[in-house]
C-alpha cells in the first residue's frame, strides 16, 4: 500500500519516540534527561543490565550501542512488535489519532511530482540569491546592510532578491526547460487572467527561503522594498509542497540548536528568527507571519516542552500572546506548556538587539512568565473590582478559560494557582508592624514592650491552641467527607492556618477535593506522603468526632463544618477586638474600656467552649441561666427524698 505524500512526516511530528518506546522499557531516570529527550534504558532487544538504548526525542531516532539497533518509531514498533510495516504504521495512527488514508494508485507519482517541485524550488533560490548581487539588487542590499547582516549572514540564509519584473524568474526556468506546470504548481508564478504568459507572484522583494525539517525549500516569504505595496510581506500560495499552517521557519536549525541545551524561542517575523540567531539564539523559529496554529504549537512542543513565546512590546504582540493562549489552554498536556516573554513597549527582538545588545534579550527571557500569569494579567490589568459583581464577572471568566483545559491533574493546579493569585488581590491589608496603629483616625504612641507580668498574664497567653484543635477537626471532617468541600471552598480559604501541616493538608482539599472527591486520600498521600494525615486523624480530639469516627453523614458533617467555620470565625474576630480594646487601654484607661475588654474576654471563653461538651455537663433553665447537672441530679434526689418521707408521716 502506498501513503500519501507527508502522511509519515505529520504521524512522526504527531507522536514523541520516547513516549512509543516507552511502552517496552524503564527508563534510567539517573543517565536520562527528560527536559532535553536524551533517554537511556536496558535495550528491548537483547538481554542486559546496562542502559546502552538511547532515544533521542529531539531527532526522533534510538540507537542501541550494545546490539546497534537503530530506527525511528514506526521501526520500533515494526521489530518490537513483530508487525509489517504498514502494521506498523496504523498502530502508531491509531495512537496519534489519524485515519489510514484510502488506497491510492497515484501515490508515488505524487511523490515524484513533490521531489520535482522541490528541484525546482532550489533553481529558484539561485536565481534569487544571484539576483541580489546585481545592480537591481543594490536597494536591497543597503536594507540588509541597514538591518546588520553582512555577505557571510545573507550566505547562510541563502537571502535573495526577485527583480522589478513580470516575468523574470519564469523567463529563467523556462529557458532552462522547467515544464510550466511545475513553475505553477511551485507558486512562483500565477496564470494571468489576460491569456497572456503567467507572470512571476514576487517582484521587487527581498526573498528569505523557507526550508522544511528535512532541508527542502518548499516556500519563500517576500519583504517588499517599495513602501507603497499592498501586502509588506507576501508568503509562497500553499502548494503540494507547502502548508502555511504546519511549517516553521527556521525549523531544522532550531531543532539542532534546542538539542544542545538553547531554549526555543519563537518570534514573529523572519528578520527576528535570523537577528536572534546571528546574535547566539539559534534554536528560534516564525510562523510565517499568521498567529500561531493548532499544528504549529504541537510542532513547537514536538521540538522543545517548553517554548518561550517572544513577542513585540506592543499591543498586537501582547494580542498574539492573548490567541496563543486560547490556543494552547485546551491542548496542554504534563510537561508541555508556554512561556511569553515580552519585549520593551515599541520594540521587537531585533530592535531590542541592536539598541542593547544580546545581554538584554537574555534578561527578557530570563524573566519570560508562565501561561497563567499572563492569562491572570489579561482578566484583572486595568481593571478596579470594587464591588461583589465584578468579583464575580472575574471569577466567572477565569472558570471559562480553566474549563477548556481538557487534562484534570493541570487544570486542578490552574485552579489553584488562580486561586493564589486571586487571593493576593482581594486578601485584606494587614496593618505594618513597624507602623504605629491609629484606631478611628487618632493618632496613638507606639506601645511599649511588654512588662513580665503582662507577658504573663491571661491576655497575652497563647490563644492559638483553641483555634488550631478546631482546624484539626475542620480538616478531618474534610478529608473523611470530601462531598461537603464545594460548600465550604471560601471559608477553608480563609482559614490562616498556623500549623504547617494544617496549612498544607488545606491546599491539598482545595485541589483535589472539588474535582476528584472520591480519591481525595489518594491525591494528598501521593503530594504530601501519609504522616500529616495520619498524624491529623490520630489526634485524640479529632477521633472523637461523629464525622470523622463515622465517616458518610453527609448531613451531620455540613452541620458540624458549618458551627466549626463558624467559631474560628468569632473567635478570631474577639481576638481582634480584645487587642483593639487593649491596645485603647495601653494609653487611657477608664472604666468603659476596662468593662468593654472583660466583656469581650467573656465573650470569646464562651465562644470557645463547645456546644456539645456544655449540653453534657449543664442544662440551661427557663432564664438562660446555666445548671450543672450533677447538682441538679443531687437536688432531685434530696426532694425525692423529703416527699417519700411526707407520705410516710
Known sequence: ?????????????????????????????????????????????????????????????????????????????????????????????????????????????????????????????????????????????????????????????????????????????????????????????????????????????????????????????????????????????????FDKGRSLYNHGPARQAVGKGQPLIVAEGYMDVIALAEAGFGASVAPLGTAITEHQLQLLWRVSDEPIIALDGDTAGLRAAMRAIDLALPLLEAGKSLRFALMPEGKDPDDLLRAEGPGAVQSVLDAAIPMVKLLWQRETEGKVFDSPERKAALDKSLREKIKLIRDPSIRSHYGQEIKDLRWQLFRPQRQSPNRPWQPRGKWQPQPQPASPGARASFLASSENADIQLREAAILAIAVLNPQVVVQFEHQLEEMDCHDPDHAALRGAILRHAIDDPDNLHDHIVQTLGPEPLEKLLTLRHVAVIPCVHKPGDVEKAEMTLAEELAKIKALRGLDAEIAEAAEELSDLADEALTYRLAQAAEERNRTSRSQNEDRAVFDIADNGARINRDEKDAFKTIMSGIKFERKRR
Open 1 to 241: 500500500m502506498s501513503l500519501p505524500p507527508g502522511f509519515l512526516d505529520e504521524l512522526r511530528a504527531r507522536l514523541s519516540l520516547s513516549q512509543v518506546v516507552g511502552r517496552k522499557v524503564m527508563w534510567d531516570q539517573r543517565k536520562s534527561n527528560q527536559g532535553k529527550g536524551d533517554m537511556w534504558a536496558p535495550c528491548p532487544f537483547h538481554h542486559e543490565k546496562t542502559a546502552s538504548f538511547h532515544v533521542d526525542d529531539q531527532k526522533g531516532f534510538y540507537y542501541c550501542f550494545g546490539c546497534h539497533a537503530k530506527g525511528d518509531a514506526i521501526s520500533f514498533v515494526k521489530e518490537s512488535e513483530n508487525v509489517s510495516f504498514i502494521e506498523a504504521v496504523e498502530i502508531l495512527a491509531r495512537e496519534a489519532g489519524m485515519p489510514m488514508p484510502e488506497r491510492d494508485p497515484k501515490a508515488q507519482e505524487k511523490q515524484d511530482r513533490r521531489s520535482q517541485l522541490a528541484e525546482v524550488m532550489e533553481q529558484a533560490v539561485q536565481f534569487f540569491r544571484l539576483q541580489l548581487k546585481t545592480g537591481a539588487g543594490a536597494a536591497a542590499r543597503d536594507y540588509l546592510t541597514r538591518r546588520g547582516l553582512n555577505a557571510q549572514a545573507l550566505d547562510r540564509w541563502e537571502i535573495g532578491f526577485a527583480p522589478d519584473g513580470w516575468q523574470a524568474l519564469w523567463d529563467h526556468l523556462t529557458g532552462k526547460n522547467v515544464a510550466e506546470d511545475l513553475i505553477l504548481g511551485a507558486g512562483l508564478a500565477k496564470p494571468s487572467n489576460k491569456g497572456k504568459k503567467p507572470y512571476d507572484t514576487f517582484r521587487n522583494r527581498i526573498m528569505y527561503p523557507i526550508r522544511d525539517p528535512r532541508g527542502r525549500c518548499v516556500a519563500f516569504g517576500g519583504r517588499a522594498m517599495d513602501p507603497n505595496d499592498n501586502a509588506k510581506y507576501l508568503n509562497s500560495p500553499e502548494t503540494d509542497l
